[in-house]
T-cell receptor, first 112, second 113 residues
Framework: DQQVKQNSPSLSVQEGRISILNCDYT??????FLWYKKYPAEGPTFLIS?????DKNEDGRFTVFLNKSAKHLSLHIVPSQPGDSAVYFC???????????FGTGTRLQVFP | DAGVIQSPRHEVTEMGQEVTLRCKPI?????LFWYRQTMMRGLELLIY????????DSGMPEDRFSAKMPNASFSTLKIQPSEPRDSAVYFC???????????FGQGTRLTVV
């Protein structure tokens, strides 16, 4: 049973435009959410996170939005750059366990 | 610190053989996670440890899989006997607190033929 879902396996965006990556979760006990970025042949690296007490967190070109009622989070990248091309994973942690549960990933391609 | 170190980077083995994957977490990190990456399921949590103690192994697919953490600086994931469907990239990650980001190793690409 996939508790964290990224329904778009891939996304293609033109350089300079906004990239929006989406993530849905089913477990209402999740209270901390993260996005990771993964390049080929490398391990995932942390990008940005958000606590359930917030609905938005911004770091430079990256902004994460959280809609708790819809159990949905999104990552906005603006402006998108070719170096952003990678696989993006969302991840969730629940307050009653220490498990870090990942989604299936979205492959982002930013073209010139 | 050199980060999370996994070995080997690549492993090719024949079906039925025993495979051991190794991980050295970042010093001072109390949590260690083992993940498997597949196309269908993304990054799948297999097991995690807190202070060297296995806390949740519900993600371990079968009894053929086992993991140990004999001390704070070393963990192994063993598959015995290995099968072709075990072919995947296996990641180890560590963190000092459950509600902070985890740091990943570069992964071990396992191919079972």
């Amino acid at each position: 049973d996939q508790q964290v879902k990224q329904n778009s396996p891939s996304l293609s965006v033109q350089e300079g435009r906004i990239s929006i990556l989406n993530c849905d979760y089913t477990n209402s006990m999740f209270d901390y959410f993260l996005w990771y970025k993964k390049y080929p042949a490398e391990g995932p690296t942390f990008l940005i996170s958000i606590s359930s007490i917030k609905d938005k967190n911004e770091d430079g070109r990256f902004t994460v939005f959280l809609n708790k009622s819809a159990k949905h989070l999104s990552l906005h990248i603006v402006p998108s750059q070719p170096g952003d091309s990678a696989v993006y994973f969302c991840a969730c942690i629940s307050y009653n366990t220490d498990k870090l549960i990942f989604g299936t990933g979205t492959r982002l391609q930013v073209f010139p | 610190d050199a980060g999370v170190i996994q070995s080997p980077r690549h492993e090719v083995t024949e079906m039925g053989q025993e495979v051991t994957l190794r991980c050295k977490p970042i010093s001072g990190h109390d949590y260690l996670f083992w993940y498997r990456q597949t196309m269908m399921r993304g990054l799948e949590l297999l097991i995690y440890f807190n202070n060297n103690v296995p806390i949740d192994d519900s993600g371990m697919p079968e009894d053929r899989f086992s993991a140990k953490m004999p001390n704070a600086s070393f963990s192994t994931l063993k598959i015995q006997p290995s099968e072709p469907r075990d072919s995947a990239v296996y990641f180890c990650a560590s963190t000092w607190d459950a509600n902070t980001e985890a740091f990943f190793g570069q992964g071990t690409r396992l191919t079972v033929v």
